[in-house]
Structure formats: C-alpha cells, structure tokens
C-alpha cells in the first residue's frame, strides 16, 4: 500500500522542521527543554497540520526518551494504568524517562484526565498532550496546573512552499523521482487553498501529482490544481474555538462600522457550514445589544432575516444575512439600552426585592382597594403631553436611578432631545 505523501515526508529532526520558530528558536522555552534533555509535561496546542504529533516524535529522539502514542478516542482509565506500570518498569529497567504522547487530550473525559495526575507528579511519564481546542475550556483545572501549554500556529505562506519544495524535490520520500516541473504560482496557489496547514497541502500536491502523471504531464497547472483542491479548506469546528473566534470577529466589525470585513466574516461562516440559524439569533442580538434606538429597524431587519433562514433555508438565505450585516455596519450604534438593561438586572439581584408602590397595583377586587391598591393612580392618558410627571414609579428606594442614558446618534439622538428638555 502507497504511504501517503504526508506520512512519508513527515520531519524526522528539528533540522527538517519548519516552522514554529518562536518555540523552536535559539533561546524559546521549548527549545531549551529539548536541548538540555530535562523535559517537563506539557500541551502542543495549535489548528491542524502545523505539526503538533510530528514535533512529539522529534523531541522524544532528541531526548532518548521511550515514546508511547495514546488515543483519547479508543483509550479509557483501564488502558492508562497498563501503559503507567511499563513505564514504571522501564524507568527501573532502563533509567529512561516515557514519553506519553496523548492525541486529541481534550477528549479524555474527567476522570480520565485525573487518571494522569499521579504519574505526571511523581515523574513516571512526561506526558505531552495534543489538542485543537482550547486548553482552558478542555482541560481540568488539576492536570492544566501541572502542564506547560506550548501554542503551535498556523504555517505562513513561505512555510508550506518550503514543505511543498521539499516533496517535490526529495527522491527518497517524496516526489522527486517524477521530476515535476511546478511553477512559484501553482506552489502558491497550494499554499493558500491549505491555510496554514501541511497536511493538507501535501496531499493537495500529491493528488495534483497523480491528476498531471495520467494526463502523460510532468508541469503542473492550475486545472490540476483546482482538480485536486475542489475547493479551499475552510478551517471550522461548530463546537470548538474557530467557531467562536468567527462569531466574535463578525461581531466585532459590524460594531466597528466596517461593513467589508463583516461580510468576510459571514462568508466564512457560511461557507464552512454553519448552521444559519445560529448566525441570525447572534445578530437578531446584535441589534438590540450594539444598535439600539440609534436604528430601531435594526431588529425589524434582522428578524426579517431569520424569518428568511426559516422559510428558504440555504443557499438562499445568505443574501438576506448579507444585507441584514450590512445594514447593521452602516446604522449608527448605541449600547444605551443594553447597558440600561444590565444596571437594572444588577438592583433587581443585588438590592431588597422592594414592593410596588401601591399606585401601581391593580386593585380587581374590594378587599384590594380597601388597602389603598391603586390609589392615587394618574392615568397619563389625561394629561396634555402623555406623561403623569408628579407620579412615582420607582420604589422609594431606587428613586434617584437613571438607567437609560440616550447618545446622540441616530434615531435616538432625538430621544434625546426629549429626555433633556424634560430634566
């Protein structure tokens, strides 16, 4: 069976590694680890294909370390305690420390992750722990405590045209008996279609390879390219970071006012399938939160764009988020009602529960209005302009409270207005 060309090319040494220069560089903590051999417990976290298991690999040659490779997916507590007692007798046997190399760590559940902890205290194992997601959500607060967290990125342009480079030029594990003749575009093209990750951009190439040697080829085109690519690799996890960090950035431009960069955003969402329904709930949100009565028809807007979610559903739908985000980016903002709302959840929470003034109570029965309910009420229906002005509505004890405070921009700009001509 052919090796796929991204297991064959895979870094034996750190002098093959690309990438990840800040760990990796004269002087990074990392580095300083592997080269005096006195390893501590830690996480490579970072996206896929930027060379988090392959790193593990090198550093436990480079530390004469036996090397263990454990599956959160198909290990439980059972398999853990095997694998500590043959590193405790290995240890005894040999001197040598055991490196645990645990793929996919933040799949351990809890009681599988506290399985570790006395081994890594008491020195057993070094354990190093891969993941994509993030450490702090993934991993309990007693093993984390325990744990160096190294970040692994995304491999820059020039970092995946090197690996590229190097398979098509390396006649023993890579591509170089073919002799293909692969332009600096086509190598970018690759490079961008896999986002920083290697793997992805390797097996692009090898496909590209295989499309260009049945058409009798030895130059690669972009047509074999986009035959093997299909279409760019969108990084995305529902559940994980990236699915936040997307949310967020979408969020954060359209309250910026910058209608170019939220529709970039959005199509990135889209386009690696988030559910649309969940972006029109965040931004039937947005409205309310980041705009306001600045732009009232802000939420008329984005309402109408989830009722077009519901009733056309995708791809259609997209059109009707597009022009509810631009709309949202070009709208004056104001946070006045959010921020309204907060202060008056706070004194609801935090203070007495005061009862209502007996003004404002309903008095349906005798009995009630016997005891004052609803006395002294001032329909503001009656008064000239609407408003029952000498009427308290607030308990006594909150009575000096101003929780909305209009600005000045937009539509409640004018809200404004009235609310100084009547201080």
Sequence with gaps: MRIPLAESMRPRNLGEYVGQEKLLGEGAALQGMIADKRLSSFILWG??????????????????????SFSAVTSGIKEIKAVMAEAEAFMKIEGRK????VDEIHRFNRSQQDAFL???????????????????????????????????TELSLDNVRTILRQALTDSERGLGQLEMDVSDDVL????????????????????????????????????????????????YDKDGENHYNLISALHKSIRNSDPQAALY????????????????????????????LAAPQALSQTVAAMQAVELIGMPECKIALAQSVVYMALAPKSNAVYAAYN?????????????????????????????????DYKYAHDFEEGVAKDMQCLPDQLIDRKYYRPT??????????????DQ
């Design 47 to 68: 996206p896929p294909g930027v060379g988090k298991t392959t790193l593990a690999r090198i550093i436990a040659r480079e530390t004469d370390s036996k090397w263990i």
């Design 98 to 101: 055991t490196i645990l190399f």
């Design 118 to 152: 006395p081994y890594v205290e008491n020195g057993t194992i070094t354990l190093v722990g891969a993941t994509t997601e993030n450490p702090s959500f993934e991993i309990n607060s007693a093993l984390l405590s325990r744990l160096k967290v190294f970040v692994l």
């Design 188 to 235: 970018n093209m690759l490079a961008i279609y896999a986002s920083g990750d290697a793997r992805t951009a390797l097996n692009s190439l090898d496909l590209a390879v295989q499309v260009a040697v049945r058409k009798g080829k030895k130059t690669i085109h972009e047509d074999e390219v986009k035959q093997a690519v299909q279409t760019a690799v969108l990084k």
């Design 265 to 292: 955003w959005l199509a990135r969402m889209l386009e690696a399938g988030e559910e649309p329904l969940y972006v029109a709930r965040r931004l039937v949100r947005f409205a309310s939160e980041d705009i306001g």
């Design 343 to 375: 202060e008056a959840a706070m004194d609801a929470l935090n203070t007495v529960q005061h009862p209502v003034p007996l003004h404002l109570r309903n008095a349906p029965t005798r009995l009630m209005k016997d005891l004052d309910y609803g006395k």
């Design 408 to 421: 000045a921009r937009g539509f409640e700009g004018k809200i404004k207005k009235a609310f100084d001509s």
